[in-house]
């Protein structure tokens, strides 16, 4: 009879250790779930608060006051809202270099505004050109074609038709990761123009039109300030890319590149139509 007791005790003191044991993993998997929705739910607040950035920056470019209008030339605005503090810049397309209308020396003189040396830049310049070029011939001073991707030892060749998006400039033969992440923030398909409007472009585009950097933003601050052209156009054309940051009170920050059409969209009661949309990791 003791060696039962003794068995049956020894049972209930493991019963006890198991059933404390399971108790204590399921206080840990509350409190990590709790965890992760506390920071699901910062991060969708965040990202919210980021695309009401976009909102409200669509609203100040059609403001009716042109002192307190906003110039879509990529300056940083700052705006805050519910508690959140955002940092808000929108670039009017047309002050981007359009990669389906660019001449090559203007694409050159960008990558080498960029940084690349004058022969990089001229050769990815013309390669730019014979990718879109409905051709198989190369440029004249020098270029890419389905020969030359082959001799590369890469399975495709020059498209020989416009860019269809950004991302497709990274299949042009010399281009690079780092090459294209310094590129993008400058080009476009959207403008339809063979020259950026210098009203609106950023250091890199201007010193690759020969400009000033300096001297044009002089002009832009000036200009809004006394309502002369620039702030008489400060809309811009419609069609515009806009970053939106916003940081939480508690550190949480969201961030979204959005490429938008001003004007009624497709969608019944839209404000604007989204060409394009990237919203970033949102982190403390």
Known sequence: MRRQAGAALLLVLWLIALLTALVGVFALTARIEALQAKSLSGGLQAREIARAGVEYALLRLTHADPATRWAPDGRIY???????ELEIAVVDETGKVDLNQAPAPLLASLLRALGLPRGQAERLAANILDWRDGDSLTQVGGGAEDRDYAAAGLPYGAKDAAFESLAEVE??????PAIFTLLEPHVTLSSGRAQPDASYAQDP???AM?????LQAAQRVGTQR???????????????????RARLADGRQAALRALVRAGPGAVPGSAYTVLGWQEGM???
Not at 78 to 84: D, K, N, Q
């Open 78 to 84: 700052r705006w805050s809202f519910a508690g959140a």
């Open 226 to 244: 006394t309502g002369g052209p620039v702030a008489f156009v400060a809309s811009g054309s419609g069609t515009y890319s806009i970053s939106s």
């Open 171 to 176: 299949q042009v033969l010399g281009m690079s």
């Open 210 to 214: 020969g400009l000033d950097p300096a």
């Open 205 to 207: 585009v201007l010193l």
């Open 282 to 284: 949102t982190s403390r």
